[in-house]
């Protein structure tokens, strides 16, 4: 299919390439997109469906279970002589780090959303998750065929919930079940999905309405482009090549949102979205260059081949087979057998095999260049997060944030003689998703596991008991309290002396604590000292000690966030003083200094999105009530409510089948964590 794009030419070597996210609320079609893609670019042969559990990209069995993607799954296809990376990424909340690894190594991406709902909360926090890596976007509104399906409704509710100004380029033909094309409003084209895709005329019923909203595509492009402003103004109209052109520039610059439309499920509308990711999003060379440290120095690397090597692990994959790292290369090239420098270890790593990935799929290639994304055999630690890089010039890029996990379960083997296997099951699991984590609790012993929601740690615990055949153990769920200070206390004198032969030590420090108000930060530390009552250097070392105390507070062993320390003197001994005397006394002192605050204890609360038939509602909200909940809107729908609230994540556990058995299992419900509130006393 040809559509107006015939205007691009390949001025740089990678201008041929796209690096592309698939972003959407849980259940808007991402991986039916993502099947039909790869069906119409002749990568598969067998159209796969999600509901048959047939799927190229949900190829982990639990995925296939629940219908859901969990982990993001990298897939390489051709498509009008262009190479498309494509990442299926997930859009539940649980999962919302793996969309942020995803999003720190794309160039633009595709937004779905469903034609009856518009815009959810889940596709309006992965839009703000973009809006924060400034990835560009196109929206993809699709389920076009489904009852009270309304492409304007949908439009409209990007303006508003989003705020960002939709360029609609497409006007469907047909509504919900009669949907059965689009038109091109650029070449004023008609494109029919029967058996197969016809090009035709705009038939003659529609071409009025089709003029109006060529028109109005003309009026919004020309009030943002300067360029298609003076063509509009001279001509009256303007040319589908001028319009393409702008729509580019808008989508680059995140002024506009080029919106297109379809239906995955019934394959109408593919080949459009296929031409618009190769028309309007960008090559790896026009995306701004990647920044990096070399000896605390910023450096910018450019997407060249022949620029040293450097790129970004953002997922390693253990398998039986081995352990497969996927990298976005940004600048150089990269051969098999060639070593390579972890910048943030300083160790080196050797690259045995690149692999050009189909999902569960992989091609050898012998090299990769800037702009790449593959996965390669060989590094046995490097982490996601990791830089590799040439050892010549080595340069660390900034690691994607991972997120403080908020649920824990205990987990142990039932057999005692399967306790190791569990120990390394879960180190490789964590490897693999940097939002889990494993510890030990001091006091019980036991081992917990701790991420992002109930569904994160279900998920992480069938794949162990899949993988490696563990018969486990699970607790119930806890969530991960914090602690702050209400009230602090000033001028808290610690001395540390401490004379056992040999060197002694001895540092004197006073701090002021007061709680950290109105800011993101969990910490603060300053110090005023004056006259050089202690070093720079000691400074440094009673700041580092205070954040060793923050690891756990008074009133049960929790993090403490929410605090201001001020140094405001202290004193030294000519021999006995040291860094390591002063980090013991920052440490040692704060935790006194928090036993003697008035402290309080914070939990950690979540909006719940509640979609409900109306019958069901009372007994919904009187549910919610009991949780806890307080409820921050809602909004009626044709036969359904939608219910805003703000939840403790610990009342949540259980809700999803508590919610199907209230709704008759008409109910869904999705959460999205919103920070820490202080925990009832008693």
Not at 14 to 35: C, Y
Not at 36 to 47: D, V
Not at 361 to 370: K, P
Not at 631 to 652: D, F, H, K, N
Request: charge should be negative; hydrophobic fraction near 40%.
């Amino acid at each position: 299919m040809r559509t107006n794009l015939d205007h691009r030419h390949h001025k740089h070597p990678l201008s041929g390439l796209r690096n592309v996210g698939i972003l959407a609320h849980v259940d808007a079609g991402k991986t039916t997109v993502t099947e039909r893609i790869l069906y119409l670019t002749g990568t598969t042969h067998k159209r796969g469906e999600v509901h048959d559990g047939t799927t190229v990209t949900d190829f982990d069995p639990q995925e296939r279970d629940r219908g859901i993607t969990i982990f993001a799954a990298a897939v390489s296809c051709d498509w009008d002589g262009h190479s498309i990376n494509l990442i299926d990424t997930p859009g539940h909340v649980d999962f919302s780090d793996e969309v942020e690894r995803s999003l720190r190594v794309l160039d633009g991406a595709v937004a779905l959303f469903d034609a009856v709902a518009g815009v959810e909360p889940q596709s309006e926090s992965v839009w703000r998750q973009a809006d924060r890596h400034g990835v560009p976007r196109i929206a993809f509104v699709n389920k076009m065929d489904r009852p009270g399906a309304d492409l304007g409704a949908a439009v409209d509710s990007l303006r508003e919930r989003l705020h960002v100004t939709p360029l609609v380029v497409q006007m469907p033909i047909g509504e919900e079940a009669e949907f059965s094309g689009v038109i091109d409003l650029l070449t004023m084209r008609a494109y029919v999905w029967n058996d197969g895709l016809v090009e035709s005329p705009v038939p003659d019923a529609l071409v009025e309405q089709a003029m109006q909203r060529r028109r109005l595509l003309e009026e919004t492009v020309a009030e943002l482009h300067p360029v298609v402003l003076d063509e509009f103004y001279a001509q009256s109209t303007v040319s589908a090549e001028t319009l393409a052109a702008a729509l580019r520039d808008l989508t680059l610059s995140g002024t506009g949102v080029v919106v297109l439309c379809g239906s995955a499920y019934r394959n109408r509308g593919i080949e459009p979205l296929l031409d618009a990711v190769v028309a309007y999003l960008p090559s790896p060379a026009e995306v701004p260059a990647v920044r990096g440290t070399a000896d605390g120095v910023v450096e910018e690397r450019v997407a060249d081949p022949k620029a040293p090597f450097a790129a970004l692990v953002f997922k390693v994959n253990s398998t039986a087979s081995g352990r497969l790292t996927y990298l976005r290369v940004y600048s150089g090239t990269i051969r098999k057998g060639e070593t390579v420098m972890d910048a943030g270890v300083g160790r080196t790593e050797r690259i045995s095999r690149i692999l050009r990935v189909q999902a569960d799929q992989h091609a050898e290639v012998q090299q990769a260049v800037a702009g790449d994304i593959v996965a390669v055999v060989g590094p046995k630690l490097a982490q996601s997060g990791a830089t590799l890089c040439a050892p010549a010039a080595p340069l660390v890029l900034e690691p994607p944030v991972v997120t403080d996990p908020v649920v824990s379960v205990a987990v142990e083997a039932r057999k005692s003689t399967d306790t190791d296997r569990l120990a390394s099951a879960l180190t490789r699991l964590v490897e693999e998703d940097p939002s889990l984590t494993v510890r030990t609790d001091s006091e019980t012993g036991q081992t917990l596991l701790s991420g992002m929601g109930e569904l994160h740690l279900e998920v992480a615990v069938e794949k162990i008991r899949r993988a490696h055949g563990l018969e486990i153990g699970v607790g119930r769920p806890q969530v991960t309290y914090r602690e702050t200070v209400a009230r602090g206390v000033s001028g808290l004198v610690y001395r540390h002396v401490k004379q056992d032969g040999g060197a002694g030590q001895f540092a004197q420090i006073t701090l002021d604590v007061e709680p950290l108000e109105d800011t993101d930060d969990d910490f603060a530390f300053r110090s005023v000292v004056i006259g050089g009552r202690v070093p720079q250097e000691y400074v440094r070392a009673v700041e580092a000690g205070c954040r060793d105390a923050l690891a756990e507070g008074p009133l049960g062993g929790h993090r403490v966030t929410g605090v201001r320390v001020t140094l405001t003197d202290g004193a030294t001994h000519p021999k006995d003083s040291s860094e390591l005397a002063f980090r013991t006394a920052g440490r040692l002192g704060l935790r006194d200094a928090l036993r003697a605050s008035a402290m309080v204890l914070l939990e950690p609360v979540a909006e719940v999105t509640a979609t409900v038939p109306e019958d069901a509602m009372g007994g919904v909200l009187g549910d919610l009530a009991a949780r806890r909940g307080r409820i921050s809107g809602s909004t009626a729908r044709p036969g359904t409510m939608v219910i805003v609230a703000t939840v403790p994540l610990a009342e949540l556990f259980g809700y999803a089948t508590q919610l199907r058995s209230r709704t008759q299992g008409r109910g869904t419900f999705t959460t999205r964590p919103t920070g820490y509130v202080p925990a009832p006393s008693g």
